[in-house]
């Protein structure tokens, strides 16, 4: 257990399963990934994913990963995005892993990144309309129809 | 036909001739080449758009998502245990590792315990997907460097491993050994035999390696030196697993977050300095001596016991209980038709794998199918250092250094 990280942009402190997550305010999501890197060492940024919770609102999570081996550490950030237009701040200024990771979830949920250097597709063809993560999007895509029963 | 012929050179007649434009120091001519997406040494399908001035590499720019298959979306079709089938097919040659990681993001959901027999069979069968996963990288890339002896070197032993996962599990690549609450079935009788008759060959098929490469001119000069990229570059990048041990960096999440009794096993984690393809094939090499001694420990001091957890709601009952007792039958219907369900939440779980560090992240609504799986998957950080990595190098030399991250495709893509 390391010492809990106090920061204006931490909305709320979550334990479960020896695991950290803090929910964070997505407008400062930014200053609190700089402010983890520089002062508290958490110099590896293992993922960026989103989940997509559906009708809920707000709809999507952004989820990073986070982790110090110095401290032999990992934290969750938790951000809430609005389902509307879909938008937070890109984290590829603070870690130049968020890049890939970033447009990973553009691609599949459809979020998008301020300030991101490059955000276009990277696992589907550039083309493609929609965002296959999404529950609102069939497994079979929207492409082919199948007979309803 | 001399009409065509006839047609053929007037049109090519008419197409002036390549005019050559001078360099000038202030805007040398570059040239875009397209390596890819069926390269033989990209190991999968990658295409790389290089931009070339003469023979050195400016900008490297990685295209990927031609194997990407929708795996993530499939989880949230299957149940729980189904979805074990889906991980082998992420990263095919380390595919008991993914079956290892999902299983313990699972489980520290479901918070169910796993008998020590277990989980020794667990981390012996992960560390022969590791050795597994070296053989075909070091036969691959040799091969690539031009060394083709050490491809049916190293597919030989890896023939021998891949009869040993179908001892187990039935089934040589996709094996969908390590399920949630335990083995998908008990080790095989005879077992011992067979794993202990190998890893007793094993060091010395290393040292086979070893004679052929460590002072083999071509090999160092083609290795040593070549494929730099700084620590704090690929930290910054998400570069993972061998890669920062061969730039010196001691972390081995088997020893800094230990997973599965790992904890229990003395083993050493293998560090270089030189961070070139020369350490990273050093530091491989020395993982396989050392996964073999973990094997070996494995085999000596495998607890008796239990293969599966003690939870009915989770694991299927045994045969003859579920003909014999009612409740059996009741957990058995209910599992087979509906699946476990899992409590709501959410786990990460990360392992140390071949490549690096994987990280399945697993969403639970209290459903018996999974709400959302991210995995994080050690290829596709890795890649993302490629370009940094080619700049400035020389186009011979890429293809080394590209082979020296032991990237699979699946693995980027899912």
């Known amino acids: 257990m390391s010492q809990p990280v106090n920061h204006p942009a931490i909305l709320e402190t979550k334990e479960a399963f020896g695991e950290t997550t803090l929910v964070v305010d997505p407008a400062r999501i930014v200053d609190?990934?700089?402010?983890?890197?520089d002062s508290e060492k958490y110099v590896r940024l293992s993922g960026i994913t989103a989940v997509d919770m559906h009708p809920a609102e707000p709809r999507f999570e952004v989820i990073y990963h986070l982790h110090s081996i110095e401290k032999n550490h990992?934290?969750?950030?938790?951000c809430l995005v609005s389902g509307v237009n879909p938008e937070i701040d890109s984290a590829t200024g603070v870690w130049r892993s968020a890049n890939w990771y970033e447009r990973e979830v553009f691609d599949m949920f459809g979020i998008g990144f301020r300030n991101h250097p490059n955000l276009v597709r990277i696992l589907m063809p550039i083309d493609w309309e929609g965002h296959p993560l999404r529950k609102d999007y069939p497994v079979h895509g929207y492409k082919y129809s199948y007979p309803s029963e | 036909m001399s009409n065509i012929k006839q047609s053929f050179e007037d049109h090519t007649s008419t197409i002036p001739a390549v005019q050559e434009i001078p360099a000038t120091p202030a805007a040398p001519r570059r040239m875009t080449l397209n390596m890819g997406p069926q390269h033989p040494s990209t190991h999968g399908v990658l295409r790389i758009v290089l931009e070339l001035e003469g023979e050195t590499i400016v900008s490297a720019a990685p295209d990927i998502g031609f194997l990407h298959t929708g795996i993530e979306k499939e989880f949230e079709q299957k149940n729980w245990q189904q979805a074990v089938t889906l991980t082998d097919r992420v990263d095919y040659l380390a595919n008991l590792s993914n079956n290892l990681?999902?299983?313990?993001?699972?489980?520290?959901?479901?918070?169910?315990?796993?008998?020590?027999?277990a989980q020794w069979t667990r981390v012996m069968m992960t560390e022969f997907s590791r050795l597994n996963s070296h053989l075909v990288w070091l036969g691959t890339h040799a091969l690539d460097i031009g060394a083709m002896t050490m491809f049916f070197y190293c597919f030989r032993e890896r023939e021998d491993i891949l009869r040993i996962f179908e001892m187990f599990s039935g089934q040589r690549m996709m094996t969908s050994y390590i399920r949630i609450g335990g083995l998908a079935l008990e080790p095989p009788r005879g077992w011992q035999q067979v794993v202990g008759k190998f890893i007793k060959a094993f060091p010395s098929k290393v040292d086979e390696y070893e004679e052929l490469l460590n002072a083999n001119p071509i090999w160092m000069q083609r290795t040593q030196g070549v494929g730099y990229i700084s620590l704090e570059d690929m930290l910054d990048l998400g570069v993972t697993g061998p890669m920062?041990?061969?730039a010196g960096l001691n972390w081995d999440i088997r020893k800094s977050e230990p997973y599965s009794s790992y904890e229990k096993f003395d083993f050493k984690v293998p560090v270089e300095t030189s961070n070139d393809v020369w350490s990273r094939y050093r530091v491989r090499i020395q993982e396989m001596r050392e996964s073999a001694k973990i094997i070996t420990q494995a085999l000596e001091g495998m607890p008796e016991g239990a293969w599966q957890a003690d939870a009915p709601h989770v694991v299927l009952p045994e045969r003859e209980k579920m003909k014999t007792q009612m409740e059996s039958l009741i957990y058995h219907f209910k599992i087979v038709t509906e699946g476990f369900r899992v409590p709501a939440g959410e786990a990460y779980q990360c392992i140390e794998a071949p490549r690096g560090e994987i990280g399945y992240y697993v969403v639970s609504d209290g459903t018996s199918k999974p709400y959302r799986v991210h995995m994080r998957t050690p290829s596709f950080g890795n890649l993302q250092g490629l370009p940094t990595m080619l700049e400035n190098t020389m186009i011979a030399d890429s293809i080394a250094a590209l082979g020296s991250m032991d990237f699979v495709l699946g693995d980027t893509d899912r």
């Open chain 1, 32 to 37: 609190l990934c700089r402010h983890l890197k």
């Open chain 2, 244 to 246: 920062l041990r061969g």
């Open chain 1, 74 to 78: 990992r934290l969750r950030l938790k």
């Open chain 2, 101 to 117: 990681v999902y299983a313990l993001a699972v489980e520290k959901l479901l918070q169910i315990e796993i008998p020590a027999r």
